[in-house]
């Protein structure tokens, strides 16, 4: 309560005192598609009246831009944006990095910069991405981006900033915001700005002040867009919301004078690791941190560990001991999960190309050129590569000379999961609502499935289908478990009974399937029932999840892992709870069991590394 009303006196002698060094707009959460007209039409009325007013320095773009990141609506945007008077600033927001048919690479080939860097009269704006990256997880800051930041404050260390962001730093919104936070709090950092929740708010993030802003979509209950107006003045960092047609509400701000927030961090909440206590025998081989974020997951071949990164980079690490064997640099980013096979490596990059390593040496042995970006995962079966791309097509390549085999042309949105062979055809979902399944051998359409899904957010992409007893068995984010006919496509039966989403995995014997739940918990279903039957469901304890990382049988148990650094193990035919354990904060991909006791895991902080229960 003396925090409220402190803020309220001194926004009131700010306003008395009316002074001022300089103003600008932020715009945020625009949320426009290619072919709508609401959001647009919000957008361009902002543009207009930002245009309007006298004396602004400059606009900020805080993210989410468009609703599905999709390049069209990315040049849209920009071009509305581009009849701004004053010099503007964007960063991308979650709808541009996780849905992105271009695993987030056109953000910063369309507006310059995926991060910016500027002065106003004496105040330095420092803007960075929080992703996340095509993984459905929390907001993160990438390793990269925090060694940004560091650089870049270390170089003016007196001098005051103003920190600009999309997801606020709060715990549940960016899974490492006290990396960030710790980062910076030496500093002068005087505010964060920013976007996400589409209110006005004000926060202290780890005693670093917050504003959050409204979204420029209209609202209830007066169905009128805006944007919000900033004042810098001697002392203050003041802010309005600016209802198109209205004069602007002046609704908070914080004292440039006041010293909100210390270098000692010890009263503030951090991860708890209290299950690494409760299960003390499970502990980390081994752990190497790389120096870019990990979205995609790992793979093990001949006592190997092959991993792709943010920065394009794939390399390989002794399973013993996980030391780096050799790296090999592609032209841009990977997140889509490798394949290896008669000691060739294959993994597509966000560069347009799919590479093929000799899995000793690193040497590229053949690569074949897409029309766009590649972050499917790929599938190797009997000397023959499959994997989709974002442009449209999925392919089938020879894996001694990358030569094209066949190809599917026509799907309508991009493909990010690991395809399915089974039953002579490889099966696979894309961002366009369907469920795909060509024939093995030429690629021929045998059947697709959309399910009447009516949103492209609800599409079976992310998910890794399995398939036994002649039916294929997937999750999505409209929460259904859905087992399909593997001959036509035809559905056999759809079930709500648990709130999974785009994790499924399949028993050794092919009897059961897994699939985390949304809050806790982790089920499993018969493959055998012709309708949905529960075996089991058993509450882990994980909290809320919705990472798309796949449950993997090993030796009779049962491994999944989480978006918050939690790798458990269950008995797969009883689902008792057999341990837990945290490795980080952030997302864990699907890991990889080596037996019973042990697997193999990537943290997108930059993490590889080795885990086992000791008997």
């Not at 932020?26 to 426009?32: C, E, F, M, S, W």
């Not at 996340?132 to 390793?143: F, L, N, Q, S």
Request: charged content about 25%.
């Amino acid at each position: 309560m003396k925090k409220v009303v402190f803020l309220f006196l001194f926004i009131i002698s700010a306003f008395i005192l009316g002074a001022q060094d300089f103003r600008f707009a932020l715009l945020t959460d625009l949320h426009v598609r290619s072919n709508d007209t609401s959001a647009f039409y919000d957008l361009k009325r902002s543009v207009e009246e930002i245009n309007r007013t006298p004396g602004l320095s400059f606009v900020l773009v805080t993210g989410d831009l468009t609703e599905e990141g999709d390049r069209s609506s990315l040049l849209r945007v920009k071009a509305e944006l581009d009849r701004l008077k004053v010099k503007y600033y964007a960063l991308s927001g979650n709808h541009e990095t996780k849905w992105s048919e271009s695993g987030a690479t056109d953000f910063g080939h369309i507006f310059g910069s995926e991060r910016f860097d500027f002065e106003q009269d004496g105040i330095r704006f420092l803007g960075f991405g929080t992703g996340p990256v095509i993984r459905m997880m929390d907001g993160h800051v990438a390793p990269q981006d925090i060694r940004w930041l560091k650089e870049t404050l270390a170089e003016k260390p007196e001098q005051p900033v103003v920190l600009v962001t999309h997801y606020p730093l709060l715990p549940g919104d960016v899974d490492n915001w006290y990396e960030v936070t710790d980062a910076v709090r030496k500093y002068k950092i005087k505010a964060v700005l920013g976007g996400h929740y589409h209110s006005n708010r004000l926060f202290f993030y780890d005693g670093i002040p917050g504003f959050i802003n409204r979204s420029n979509l209209r609202n209830e209950p007066d169905n009128l867009s805006g944007y919000s107006l900033y004042e810098i003045t001697p002392d203050s960092i003041l802010v309005s919301e600016k209802r198109i047609g209205q004069e602007p509400i002046r609704w908070g701000g914080y004292s440039l004078k006041h010293t909100y927030y210390t270098e000692d961090n010890a009263s503030y909440p951090r991860p708890d690791y209290s299950d690494n206590r409760t299960y003390p025998k499970v502990r980390e081989i081994w752990s190497t941190k790389t120096e870019n974020a990990l979205y995609a997951s790992p793979i093990v071949y001949n006592k190997a560990v092959y991993i792709g990164d943010d920065a394009g980079i794939f390399a390989c690490y002794s399973l013993k001991d996980g030391r780096e064997r050799w790296r090999f640099s592609s032209g841009n980013r990977i997140v889509g999960t490798a394949a290896a096979e008669d000691q060739t490596v294959v993994f597509g990059s966000a560069d347009k190309l799919i590479y093929a390593l000799d899995t000793r040496s690193g040497k590229l042995k053949w690569k074949f050129e897409a029309k766009e970006p590649v972050l499917g995962a790929a599938t190797i079966h009997k000397g023959v590569v499959y994997i989709g791309a974002s442009d449209g097509t999925f392919r089938a390549l020879d894996l001694k000379t990358g030569k094209l085999k066949w190809e599917y042309a026509g799907i309508k949105g991009y493909i990010e999961t690991r395809p399915l062979v089974y039953d002579g055809k490889v099966i696979f979902g894309a961002w366009d609502n369907r469920m795909y399944a060509l024939n093995l051998e030429d690629g021929r359409l045998c059947w697709q499935w959309d399910g009447g899904l009516t949103r492209m957010h609800f599409s079976p992409a992310a998910v890794w289908p399995v398939a036994a007893r002649g039916k294929v068995f997937f999750t999505a984010p409209d929460r259904v478990m859905t087992a399909l006919d593997a001959q036509t496509g035809e559905a056999l039966w759809r079930t709500k009974e648990s709130m999974v989403r785009e994790t499924i995995g399949l028993s050794a014997d092919s009897s059961r399937i897994y699939s985390k739940t949304m809050q806790d918990s982790v089920v499993c279903y018969s493959t055998e029932s012709t309708e949905a039957r529960r075996i089991w469901s058993v509450n882990v304890g994980y909290g809320y999840d919705h990472a798309a990382s796949m449950p993997v049988e090993k030796d009779g148990t049962v491994f999944g892992s989480t978006k918050n650094g939690v790798i458990f193990a269950l008995e797969g035919k009883t689902g008792r709870l057999l341990w837990k354990h945290k490795v980080g904060n952030s997302l864990i991909g699907t890991v990889v069991p080596l037996n019973g006791q042990e697997c193999i895991y990537v943290s997108s902080e930059g993490i590889v590394g080795r885990l086992r229960q000791e008997k």
